[in-house]
């Protein structure tokens, strides 16, 4: 019970970063956007914290439309997405089959932003899902101005000493999430590990 009660804090908490760009009039390629800025990160937000709508970003479109399935939206059967879920600009999600993998996914720990919303962001951990046997990196991180921070953390050992709930409510919600395909988490790693799979993935 207090897990859920931390995660609607969490969910309650979720407007962040200095300007977001959303949906500006002449299409911008998210997608090639440079992958750090200054050595800041930066992550694309597809989907805000606290929505159930799946939202992708469409690389031929250069928009960002909520995903569908024989023509209806999709969206997620359990709670909405505990922070701003989306990816890092110019990664890829498999280095080792680049041509079909998608960037990187980001789980930015902030209050909620729009789909567009580009935002820099200091990573402080991954967790690591197994699907069926395909590892998946979850990239979490929190805004990089401190302003702008609901956990006012810059390392996962933070994270966990001061907010240890937080890291079972993640671990939970990624479990769940997908009732069509139960993920298996395989655990948490700190904020090396996250900068290491995000330089390795990147195509700068």
Known sequence: MKYLSLFFILVAFIGCEESPKQFAKDP?????????????????IEIPAGTNKKIKYNREQKEFITDSINGQPKSINFLPYIGNYGFIPSTYSN?????EAE?????????SQPSGSLIKVIPIGVLRLSDNGLLKNKIIAVPALKEFQ???????????????????????????????????????????????????????
């Not at 960037?103 to 209050?111: C, T």
């Open 103 to 111: 960037a990187l996914n980001i789980l930015v720990l902030a209050e």
């Open 150 to 204: 609901i956990f006012p953390v810059k390392d996962f050992d933070s994270l966990s000493i001061h907010y240890p709930e937080i890291r079972k409510i993640i671990s939970l919600w990624f479990q769940n999430y997908n009732t069509k395909e139960k993920l298996s988490v395989l655990g948490f790693y700190g904020e090396d590990t996250a900068m290491s799979i995000i330089k390795k993935s990147s195509k700068n």
């Open 95 to 99: 280095i080792k089959n680049t041509e």
């Open 28 to 44: 911008i390629d998210y997608y090639h956007l440079p992958t750090f800025v200054n050595d800041t990160l930066q992550a694309v």
